[in-house]
């Protein structure tokens, strides 16, 4: 008798019951400093070029210790700073803060006065001293800002007068220093001082008119007199000659301040106004003999002034 083969199913293996099912495989996560590179406010691409530059600026500076370890000559250090150039580490802005009066093409001109513009060649102290030159710059610091950007901070001199010498005008500051030239017809509301060598006392005149400050807005000029003492000119067209010395000439001038509060001698048509001596004040009238006016003295009446004799 004949039976039909038959064919099992082979058997399914189980797995043993200590087994580990396998998990499925996790979505990579982005990485904290992938998260933080996302966040920036800037590309990828633009990231990209500031680690690019920072990695030259440091090659640049490993080149300048290694050439200066080693005693390098200095054309090897140069042709390895223009290399870096080459590279787009060039000066090609110039941002300048802080300018208001003085000429803005004249800093950029100071700036860019070098033999290399290869930034590691830029010599920031030279630009610095040559800047100092300008009258109105009173300060400066400067500064490179990769790739390509020098920074120029300039802290400016204000005017506090106008210098009339031989003819000229010029504007200086609280310290005289000159700042330039001005025309008659656009001289800035300022007090003018006049002579020889006026510029380099406008630090004592300015000590001399705090002995007597209500008297400032009064007066319109200062002559520095034979280079010793000063004349004063008021904007009512008088002129307060005062003595020799620092403190001479501080007390004439609060004396005679104290005599204009009590007596109001400006504006009473008096040309000159004499206190080289400190003790007395000899006023001049046109068309008039001097007179002298005591310091003690009462108040005049009417326009003319208290006698107490002639000068001598």
């Not at 000066?91 to 208001?100: A, D, H």
């Not at 705090?210 to 003492?229: S, Y």
Request: charged share 25%; net charge positive; glycine share 8%.
């Amino acid at each position: 008798m004949s039976s039909a083969a038959t064919r099992r199913k082979p058997a399914q293996r189980r797995a043993p019951a200590n087994a580990k099912r396998r998990r499925p495989a996790r979505a990579n996560r982005p990485s904290i400093l992938d998260r933080a590179v996302a966040a920036l406010p800037v590309s990828e691409h633009t990231l990209r070029r500031v680690v690019a530059w920072t990695i030259l600026a440091a090659l640049a500076a490993g080149a300048l210790v290694v050439s200066t370890w080693f005693g390098l000559p200095q054309a090897a250090y140069a042709g390895i700073a223009e290399g870096v150039g080459r590279t787009g580490l060039r000066v090609g802005q110039i941002e300048v803060k802080g300018l208001k009066r003085m000429d803005r093409m004249s800093v950029y001109a100071m700036a860019l006065d070098q033999q290399s513009r290869a930034m590691p060649l830029v010599d920031l102290e030279a630009v610095r001293q040559r800047l100092l030159t300008y009258g109105w710059i009173a300060d400066a610091r400067v500064s490179r800002r990769l790739p390509d950007t020098l920074v120029i901070d300039i802290v400016e001199r204000q005017p506090a007068a106008i210098w009339q010498n031989e003819g000229q005008l010029m504007l200086i500051d609280a310290k005289g220093v000159l700042l330039e030239p001005v025309s008659p017809q656009h001289m800035p509301d300022l007090p003018l001082v006049i002579g020889d060598g006026a510029n380099e006392q406008e630090p004592a005149l300015h000590q001399l008119m705090e002995a007597a400050p209500a008297l400032k807005p009064l007066v319109r000029a200062a002559t520095w007199i034979g280079n010793r003492r000063w004349d004063l000119i008021f904007t009512s067209g008088e002129r307060l000659q005062l003595p020799e010395g620092k403190a001479e000439s501080a007390r004439a001038l609060a004396k005679f301040a104290a005599l204009e509060g009590t007596q109001g001698l400006l504006g009473k048509g008096y040309i000159r106004l004499d206190m080289r001596d400190p003790s007395r004040l000899v006023v001049r009238m046109p068309d008039a003999d001097d007179k002298v006016i005591d310091g003690g003295a009462s108040a005049p009446k009417g326009n003319q002034p208290a006698v107490g004799g002639t000068e001598a």
